[in-house]
Antibody, heavy 117, light 107 residues
Framework: EVRLVESGGGLVQPGGSLRLSCAASGFTFSSFWMHWVRQAPGKGPVWVSRINEDGSGTNYADSVRGRFTISRDNAKNTLYLQMNSLRADDTALYYC??????????WGQGTLVTVSS | DIQMTQSPTSLSASVGDRVSITCQASQDISNNLNWYQQKPGKAPRLLIYDASNLETGVPPRFSGSGTGTDFTLTISSLQPEDFATYYCQKYDSVSLTFGGGTKVEIK
């Protein structure tokens, strides 16, 4: 069974940092693109970033480029999102998702990030 | 940037109704469009990829059509478990963009 479990969310002050993790199991992690997608309360999903199978290729939404870094450790079956210079509008539930390059197909249940003073 | 406009933003329908949701792109996106269903408190679920391909395990009452700028998700006979919010999502070489969503409610 495909399983994606996000962790690392929490309350952080504006300007602070957080590192999200996504532990993957039930599939060959190193064979899939991975995505981060966020969803603010009551709003629709917003794609954040993606990374290719071996970690050599990444893309970011304009709103997070230069502040967030996606990475992966295929030996540990884990996806990461390092988030720096956090702002109030980064407050959201952050999902990791297994993909193709263009389509997040299987999603975790998310970890909540709240940016507030 | 290419904008995605979903309509309607919400609709009320009865069990058994045929329901159609549209997604319009501001520029030609070929068939680079996916559809998702989201229920409250749950993650989105992929229904349709590349405009018209049914994801494994999704009931055949769901179908997708369109190419270029105009796309449609159709539910042929609405079931109680289909009341949810639906999102389109377009993709290109550098990013993915979700539409604003359509909430399907019980009439």
């Amino acid at each position: 069974e495909v399983r994606l479990v996000e962790s690392g969310g929490g309350l952080v002050q504006p300007g602070g940092s957080l590192r999200l993790s996504c532990a993957a199991s039930g599939f060959t992690f190193s064979s899939f693109w991975m995505h981060w997608v966020r969803q603010a309360p009551g709003k629709g999903p917003v794609w954040v970033s993606r990374i290719n199978e071996d970690g050599s290729g990444t893309n970011y939404a304009d709103s997070v480029r230069g502040r967030f870094t996606i990475s992966r450790d295929n030996a540990k079956n884990t996806l990461y999102l390092q988030m720096n210079s956090l702002r109030a509008d980064d407050t959201a539930l952050y999902y990791c998702a297994r993909g193709g390059r263009e389509v997040p197909t299987r999603w975790g249940q998310g970890t909540l990030v709240t940016v507030s003073s | 940037d290419i904008q995605m406009t979903q309509s309607p933003t919400s609709l009320s329908a009865s069990v058994g109704d045929r329901v159609s949701i549209t997604c319009q792109a501001s520029q030609d996106i070929s068939n680079n469009l996916n559809w998702y269903q989201q229920k409250p408190g749950k993650a989105p679920r992929l229904l349709i990829y590349d405009a018209s391909n049914l994801e494994t395990g999704v009931p055949p009452r769901f179908s997708g059509s369109g190419t270029g700028t105009d796309f449609t998700l159709t539910i042929s006979s609405l079931q109680p478990e289909d009341f949810a919010t639906y999102y389109c999502q377009k993709y290109d070489s550098v990013s993915l963009t979700f539409g604003g969503g359509t909430k399907v409610e019980i009439k």
